[in-house]
């Protein structure tokens, strides 16, 4: 069972993001607080959870979070200041925008960049153990999900809609046969079979 959130002592939001291992489309995070009282059944790790399940969570988490904000940062940022710091970039403008200071973070992970005045914690699949920043997981996961798909009409032959920009095995043979769209990230090695980890279920 998870806990609502890391500590007690102060308002807590949790932080999680979706899309660092994609070849392409932006890096979404997003950063949640939650009530004390919050309940939700399914509520897990967004990769255990079916697109099913994580949708009908994120109307649940939206409507009844105390605040809780999404950012992105596209593919020509992260080309600019690596994945990780892209990362770390996208949940400090997720914590920006909640219309609620908090006064702790629970990261998701086990690195991050001090986010300015506000402690933090990192936590190794914390996603798995925390209410706050499963909720975190949902809400980049899904508003990812919503822009892939929304931008994988313009570049069918990606299968952005099924993938949603993975390393899948159709996706890297389309970016290799017909070069990159203006969404994928150049710094990533597509062209390495190394890259290609992820099955063709992906998303």
Known sequence: ML???????????????AGRGC???????????????????????????????????RHIIEKEALAWAVASIDNYEIDEINILNASFLAMHRAIEKLVIQPGYLSIDGNRFKTYPSIPHSCIIKGDGKYLNIAAASILAKTHRDEFMDNISAEYPLYQWKQ??????KVHRSAALLHGLSPYHRKTFAISDPAAFIVSDNAG
Request: net charge negative; proline share 7%.
């Open 23 to 57: 070849l392409a489309g932006p890096v979404y995070a997003a950063a949640v607080i939650l009530p004390p009282d919050f309940i939700a059944g399914e509520l897990n790790d967004s990769k255990k959870l079916s697109h099913k399940q994580r949708v009908g969570l």
């Open 3 to 17: 806990l609502n959130c890391f500590q007690q002592e102060f308002l807590e939001a949790g932080c999680d993001e």
């Open 163 to 168: 993938n949603k920009g993975y390393p899948t």
